[in-house]
């Protein structure tokens, strides 16, 4: 599985947008983008995946460039409750997931 | 529908005794995944079973450590004599084997070995 790179934090005003960046330049082609988060100790939340096109669910968006070298997720309008790890995961057709540090993103009022 | 379930959420052992773990996988899932948690860090693979099969072991230390995924009933961890490094937030996922579908977590069961 391909590795990724996140930055280790990031702030967000609440009510606006959240914006994750993801780098995962050796991605190969059947290798999905997989996004989670982790709230306190809870157990990790899917949100989100794709291949190459964008995507979008009820919690967030995910947007992969052309190339598919890197990716952005998006909460367009985060709560305290967004304060949360969240983790890019690239993966192939099955098996686990290697999580990384991923980035603390912290909402703030 | 329910999650992903474990139990318990909490566990105390003493050094040298057994601990089981156990995950009920979402309604039409029949892969589990268990990871592992140290404080203060990510989470690491450990096992992957099948119903009934163990696919992928690569992640489970080679000692006191088994897992089974029986034909019916939870995915049971079993850790045998139990010391202190074994104090650990144990993950369970479930996923329905479906090419690329995602992997969904339980909220974990808390080790702590006195």
């Known amino acids: 599985d391909a590795k990724t790179t996140q930055p280790t934090s990031m702030d967000c005003a609440e009510g606006r947008a959240a914006n994750l960046p993801c780098n995962h330049s050796?991605?190969?082609?059947?290798?999905?983008v997989y996004w989670y988060r982790q709230i306190h100790s809870q157990g990790p939340q899917y949100i989100i995946h794709?291949?190459?096109n964008n995507e979008t669910n009820e919690m967030a968006s995910l947007i992969i460039t052309e190339d598919r070298k890197s990716s952005t997720l998006i909460l367009p309008h985060a709560t305290l409750r967004d304060t949360a790890v969240y983790y890019c995961?690239?993966?192939?057709?099955?098996?686990?997931?290697?999580f990384g540090k991923g980035t603390k993103l912290s909402v703030k009022p | 529908n329910a999650g992903v379930m474990q139990n318990p959420r909490h566990l105390v052992r003493r050094r040298g005794q057994e601990a089981r773990l156990r995950c009920s996988p979402m309604?039409?899932?029949?892969?589990v995944y268990w990871y592992r948690q140290l404080p203060e860090e990510g989470l690491k693979f450990m096992v992957y079973?099948?119903?009934?099969?163990?696919?992928?072991e690569s992640g489970m230390p080679k000692e006191r450590f088994s897992a089974e995924f029986p034909k019916e009933g939870p995915s049971i961890l079993r850790i045998q004599q139990v010391v202190r490094g074994d104090s650990a937030a144990y993950f369970c996922?479930?996923?329905?084997?479906?090419?690329?579908?995602?992997?969904?977590f339980g909220d974990g069961t808390r080790l702590s070995i006195l």
């Open positions: 996922a479930s996923s329905s084997g479906a090419l690329n579908q995602p992997q969904h």
């Open positions: 309604k039409g899932h029949s892969h």
């Open positions: 995961i690239a993966r192939g057709s099955q098996g686990n997931l290697i």
């Open positions: 079973l099948q119903k009934e099969n163990i696919i992928d």
């Open positions: 794709g291949l190459k």
């Open positions: 050796t991605i190969s082609g059947n290798e999905y």
